[in-house]
């Protein structure tokens, strides 16, 4: 029987600490997600080790809230951390190989880079 799928709730500053013991544990990053909420963005940090799926989560309600990358950790990430700057306007500090809002060609500019605005309230 597959166990449930663990998600844990961590500060944006706690994401190299918490990537390198996954790196260590033998953990591969299956993947890098972000949403885009009424109040900001949610990014999901997703790894994997023989079926145990483990997500990092944390909460970003800023522009110009800076994300560590963990490029030096997984290499691969830069991939991701590329994609989610250009896409969502987020920043990232230190990424390996840093396209600096260029991964992408889009006909907007950083076409998620605002939260949602809350919709009015029926009367």
């Avoid at 709730?9 to 790196?23: A, W």
């Avoid at 951390?81 to 990232?92: C, M, Q, T, V, W």
């Avoid at 950083?110 to 809350?118: E, L, M, T, V």
Wanted: glycine letters at 4%.
């Amino acid at each position: 029987m597959i166990e449930e799928q663990k998600i844990i709730k961590i500060l944006v500053g706690d994401l190299p600490k918490k990537s390198e013991e996954f790196y260590c544990g033998g953990f591969r990053l299956a993947q890098i997600c972000c949403a885009q909420l009424d109040e900001g963005w949610e990014l999901s940090y997703s790894f994997d080790n023989n079926f145990e799926f483990v997500s990092l989560r944390f909460f970003v309600n800023s522009i110009e809230s800076v994300i560590p990358s963990i490029s030096h950790i997984y290499w691969s990430s830069f991939i991701y951390e590329n994609e989610i700057a250009d896409l969502f306007g987020l920043k990232f500090k230190d990424i390996a190989i840093d396209y600096k809002g260029s991964f992408y060609r889009t006909q907007v500019k950083q076409p998620f880079s605002r939260p949602k605005q809350k919709k009015p309230e029926a009367k």
